[in-house]
């Protein structure tokens, strides 16, 4: 899963703000730490080799996808809307994703997979209230929902 990782997430290089990089983007430690925090990894296999990754977390009254990555020679072919199809089957409680702003190819996969982006006020505020990161990972990222969240839902999910 590591290897899926950091091969795919080289794409953030030079897109996300310099001081959110680091080498690698994802140590063994931290994939044990979000195990650990209960983030439930799947994979996705071609020719008995693993392709892709991607986690669900419960959190509170959602959950929210973690860690979505396909290796970048199969991007493209349909292995990260599959997972996404498993993990989406496998819930009826709303689906929260953060991602870099800057990540536009991955706003638009969400978005194709019938996330949307909330506004900025939203975004605050599920960044805090569901994800532990820090103040500038919230200044620099975007929420999407599933289903799609208005200021008003996303305020009466975090109170709940």
């Known amino acids: 899963m590591l290897v899926i990782v950091n091969a795919a997430a080289q794409a953030y290089r030079g897109v996300i703000p310099a001081d959110r990089w680091h080498e690698p983007y994802m140590p063994a430690a931290e994939l044990r ?10 994979v996705c296999e071609v ?31 349909g292995i990260g809307g599959a997972m996404m ?3 989406r089957d496998r819930t009826r409680r709303p689906l929260l994703v953060g991602t870099w702003a800057a990540a536009t190819w991955a706003v638009r996969f969400y978005e194709r ?48």
């Open 33 to 42: 730490s979000e195990i650990e925090a209960g983030v439930d990894f799947i």
């Open 47 to 77: 020719d008995a080799e693993v392709a892709g990754v991607m986690g669900i977390q419960p959190v509170r009254n959602v959950d929210l996808i973690r860690h979505a990555y396909v290796l970048p020679a199969l991007q493209g072919h």
């Open 85 to 87: 199809r498993r993990l």
């Open 113 to 160: 997979e019938g996330f949307r982006v909330v506004g900025e006020d939203t975004k605050s505020l599920l960044l805090r209230t569901y994800w532990t990161i820090p103040e500038r990972q919230v200044e620099t990222s975007v929420v999407l929902a599933a289903p799609p969240l208005t200021h008003e839902e996303a305020a009466k999910l975090a109170a709940s």
